[in-house]
């Protein structure tokens, strides 16, 4: 018998798709209204996307939107995403990226100020708030994500240094291309976005999760229904109330969060959660692959 979903499932989901326009027209908004106009470029997909673009223009005069080229990057990385990565996560991600895509192209490109600083400053801004908040409903913009997670697993370098290479490659284009100082106004408006990500989202790769609970069990059934990971209980009793309770450790990737939040909401809407930044994990820690062959084997 199927299970039905629960009124939580559908106001979550109706959040994510909520969440997937904010973070589309925020980013269409600040590539249209800063970045292209002062030919400044984003990170990511995005960036790459623009290059391409002013590349067609100046080199062949062939004007093709850089809308077009965010859509036609993101469909291989999306079917590379869903066979690799997990559907939910992809499935989502490359709803926001079609919707970026849609909204560049039919937006007009209308700069609000000339000043390349302001626009670096203020694209950056308006861009990092779609891509956290993504992040934080538990998937992304597209693209570049989906690829570092791939390429992380493979290669086992870290999702953030894949990351960091790929946009210092579009800082160096942007110099080549539009002058040195328009790879320095790149490189202040992916810093600024990164900056804005990580004050909405999280900076860390690895996330520990402590979670304070009356009923332990019906959590770890919850957790383990969404996530493959262990987690160790620890008996704890109340410092106002005196009363016994349980707290269970679990150290999931950033990536996780929202799922692991979600299973919270569903077993115990009592529980007390805190999220701290973790910085290295040594001993077994669990790749998406690793948790659908032991899922598989259950």
Do not use: C
């Not at 067609?56 to 080229?69: A, S």
């Not at 600083?117 to 990092?128: A, D, Q, R, T, W």
């Not at 934080?136 to 290669?155: H, N, R």
């Amino acid at each position: 018998m199927k299970q039905l979903k629960t009124p939580i499932f559908w106001k979550e989901q109706a959040k994510k798709i909520f969440f997937v326009l904010f973070a589309s027209i925020t980013n269409s908004f600040a590539l249209n209204n800063f970045l292209i106009p002062s030919q400044i470029y984003a990170p990511g997909v995005n960036g790459i996307s623009q290059l391409l673009s002013h590349v067609f223009k100046n080199g062949f005069e062939i004007t093709i939107d850089t809308g077009i080229f965010i859509l036609l990057i993101n469909i291989p990385i999306a079917l590379l995403g869903w066979f690799k990565i997990g559907k939910d996560f992809t499935l989502y991600s490359f709803m926001t990226s079609v919707m970026i895509s849609f909204f560049t192209i039919i937006l007009p490109i209308s700069p609000l100020t000339t000043d390349p600083i302001m626009n670096s400053l203020f694209g950056g801004v308006i861009g990092g708030a779609g891509i956290g908040f993504a992040l934080k409903y538990g998937f992304s913009t597209g693209g570049l994500d989906i690829i570092s997670m791939v390429l992380a697993k493979t290669t086992g370098r870290s999702v953030g240094s894949l990351l960091l290479t790929i946009n210092g490659m579009i800082v160096i284009a942007a110099g080549f291309i539009n002058g040195w100082q328009y790879a320095m106004y790149t490189l202040l408006s992916i810093y600024v976005m990164t900056r804005v990500v990580d004050m909405i989202h999280t900076s860390h790769q690895k996330v520990t999760a402590m979670i304070v609970t009356n009923d332990p069990d019906a959590l770890i059934k919850a957790i383990h229904a969404k996530l493959i990971r262990g987690i160790t209980v620890i008996p704890a009793k109340g410092g106002y109330t005196g009363l016994d309770r349980s707290v269970l450790m679990i150290v999931i990737s950033n990536y996780e969060m929202y799922d692991l939040e979600q299973a919270v909401k569903e077993a115990d809407t009592a529980a007390f959660v805190n999220f701290m930044g973790t910085n290295k994990v040594v001993g077994e820690f669990l790749s998406p692959d690793q948790q659908k062959a032991r899922r598989s084997n259950q």
